[in-house]
């Protein structure tokens, strides 16, 4: 049976969808704060991705936290979502975030995004776009991510078959399949350059602030970044 896909696009078989959101991260070229929770028109960032992501279809979504696991929870508990706490980690890597972000997806699914969670200006309508580069991707790809002026941007989505492959747990997910398989990788070619902006450092957050016409709420600096402190 199939179905139109959300957006436009024409129809397709609907995709089964997992998303892991990474909010893992120390934020240390921001001086040690939570990018997940700076705030966008008074919503933090983090809350902006799971809006987002659910409205575009996404079937579960996963949140893996380390560093300021104990600040990012009280903006996530009401959505129903599975959440990984890295915090008694010696160190949440993106690695580790994705490897333990994939396992949490309770079932098997078509696709899974790997979504970072400083990136302000993706919605609904991105997601579901880059959703549709996925079903329309060539023959024998399996990983596709936007291609932004021939830089590579974000999310990544990819067959969920892959995570069920040996080599997918020892080096970093997307990364390494991204180099190791190119002719199973597509770079789906945008303009939204929307897939290229995220918030690493204090000028990243001048720049968007400048686009937008309007400030962002960055948190304060944490001296104590475990969860579990």
């Known amino acids: 049976m199939a179905c139109l896909l ?57 949140v ?37 972000g994939v396992s949490a997806l309770q079932g098997k699914f078509d696709a899974v995004l790997i979504v970072p969670s400083d990136m302000p200006l993706l919605g609904t309508a991105d997601y579901t776009d880059l959703i549709g580069a996925y079903k329309k991707r060539p023959e024998g790809a399996r990983m596709v991510r936007p291609m932004v002026s021939e830089a590579p941007g974000n999310p990544v989505i990819f067959d969920y078959a892959i995570t069920e492959e040996p080599e997918s747990s020892v080096e970093p997910l997307c990364r390494h399949w991204w180099h190791k398989h190119p002719e199973q990788c597509y770079g789906w070619r945008t303009v939204n350059d929307r897939f290229a902006i995220d918030l690493d450092t204090f000028e990243d957050v001048a720049a968007v602030e400048a686009r937008l016409g309007r400030q962002l709420v960055v948190p304060e600096s944490v001296e104590v970044i475990s969860g579990n402190a």
């Not at 959440?83 to 580790?96: I, N, P, T």
């Open 6 to 62: 959300k957006g436009g696009g024409g129809l397709y078989n609907r995709l089964s969808l997992g998303a892991v959101v990474l909010a893992a991260g120390q934020g240390s070229r921001l001086g040690n704060r939570p990018k997940s929770l700076i705030e966008l028109a008074g919503i933090p960032l983090i809350r902006r991705q799971l809006i987002a992501l659910s409205g575009a279809g996404v079937d579960q979504l996963v």
């Open 64 to 100: 893996v936290l380390g560093h300021y696991a104990s600040q990012i929870r009280p903006f996530i508990e009401d959505f129903p979502i599975t959440v990984v706490d890295l915090s008694d980690r010696s160190e949440a890597s993106q690695k580790l975030s994705v490897q333990e």
